[in-house]
């Protein structure tokens, strides 16, 4: 009796392990080639988070070449704008994969390219392999299997049984968001209350973590703001971008108006496309307006520093920072990051204007500037007079010009961001 109890527990257990290890719902499905949907091979622009990737594709695809893309049949959990348990293993794990690939298509669910609700992204199915002796994976139903996200009209699709079978064995097998354990990668402490300063001069330590700081709202830009604040020691300004999206209630977003100082609650995260550390997360419990993990305001009346900076100290300058951890020593326009500055008399000496009718960004300068030998890249939104005409390359080429703006970076090259047409003085 006891060799038969063994026998059919090893079984069992055989029979387990075949459903966990040998059934791999991403490679049940294939890629069929010559099917009535639409495919394109593409490459990798940037990411975004677990569901959504943004890849380049030919202009006959979509005319600005980049198709921003939300996979079918799955809903990851949230990992740039909001926070949330998961999002960052789903982000992590949709880069690991694609990152991998030496092949990735995309494909319709029919035979067109279907915008989702949002009207600004594409709903695919993405496959890739890592070898050119493999077959297609396919991505969605992985992330479904690995139980890296919930349903999102999973079985109303062309994949929707095998879909459905993944996410169902996720929540047998209580994977990742169905185990009902806390994300070892999410933060469930109270915010560190800390200084823009200790964040900026140790901004990785930071990072997935929950922070509370003070400083100037500056800057509006489209769902983002520009927050700064003063350090005595030092002398210097210290600043972060701080995303808040498109979710918060108006009471939340006066708070946020330009010009106040506020309390910021919110996540660090490393933000990809800028290659800048933010904060996100921002929450407001309109219930609860003393709630300490809502945003707060303090006062009112501020304006940017606007701090005057000669070029050589923008493109070489260094300074130490002496903390708890010691003596540090930085590049002048890292710590100036997302911080206010004027600079003056620069040469305008080449202009590149972003020439796609179908980029927001149609008709935003990069002026290449030169100042005691030095250049400097001044960044523009897209600028318009007061009789909201668009402002183009022939205002400033071959002028000197004073510039107020935001420190960023692009291509890791700094440079001066400026919003608007008053922050730039012919001279």
Excluded at 392 to 398: K, V
Aim: contains cysteine; proline residues 2%; aromatic residues 10%.
């Amino acid at each position: 009796m006891r060799k038969f109890i063994v026998a059919t527990a090893i079984l069992l257990f055989g029979s387990c392990l075949l459903f966990a290890d040998g059934r791999d719902f991403a490679s049940e499905v294939k890629l069929n080639m010559h099917s009535e949907t639409v495919k394109q091979a593409v490459t990798v622009h940037s990411f975004v988070d677990g569901d959504t990737t943004h890849f380049d594709v030919p202009a006959s695809v979509v005319d600005s070449g980049l198709l921003k893309a939300r996979y079918l049949a799955v809903n990851t959990p949230e990992s740039t704008g909001k926070i949330e348990e998961w999002g960052k293993k789903a982000s992590n794990f949709t880069r690991e994969k694609l990152s991998n690939a030496t092949s990735i298509i995309i494909e319709s669910d029919n035979d067109q390219w279907n915008l989702d609700s949002t009207g600004g992204r594409y709903l695919v199915w993405v496959w890739y392999r890592t070898s050119e002796n493999e077959e297609y994976r396919n991505l969605n139903i992985e992330l479904l299997q690995n139980g890296l996200g919930i349903a999102s009209s999973t079985a109303n699709n062309r994949y929707g049984n095998v879909a459905m079978a993944a996410l169902n064995y996720a929540k047998e097998q209580k994977l990742n968001v169905y185990s009902g354990q806390k994300d070892p990668d999410f933060y469930y402490g109270d915010a560190v209350e800390l200084t823009l300063k200790e964040l900026r001069c140790n901004v990785e330590k930071y990072n997935g973590i929950k922070v509370a700081f003070e400083g100037v709202i500056t800057l509006n830009d489209d769902g983002s703001i520009y927050v700064e604040d003063y350090d005595a020691e030092t002398g210097l300004y210290y600043g972060i971008g701080v995303f808040y999206g498109y979710n918060l209630p108006g009471k939340a977003l006066e708070i946020l108006s330009v010009g106040n100082r506020s309390r910021i609650v919110g996540t660090v995260q490393y933000y990809e496309n800028g290659g800048v550390f933010q904060v996100a997360g921002l929450t407001y419990k309109q219930m609860k307006p003393k709630d300490p993990g809502n945003v707060q305001k303090i006062s009112d009346g501020h304006s940017g520093a606007y701090k005057l900076t000669d070029a050589r100290t923008f493109h070489d300058g260094k300074v130490s920072v002496v903390d708890d951890e010691g003596k540090k020593k930085f590049d002048y326009a890292y710590l100036a990051l997302s911080t206010t500055v004027e600079m003056h008399d620069l040469k305008v000496r080449e202009i590149h204007t972003e020439d796609n009718p179908a980029s927001s960004s149609f008709g935003a300068m990069t002026m290449i500037c030169e100042a005691d030998g030095i250049d400097i890249r001044v960044r523009t939104a897209v600028l318009v007079d007061s009789n909201r005409n668009l402002i183009t390359a022939d205002a400033y080429l071959g002028k000197v010009i004073d510039v107020r703006g935001v420190v960023s970076i692009h291509d890791g090259v700094y440079q001066i961001r400026v919003l608007s047409a008053k922050d730039i003085i012919i001279k």
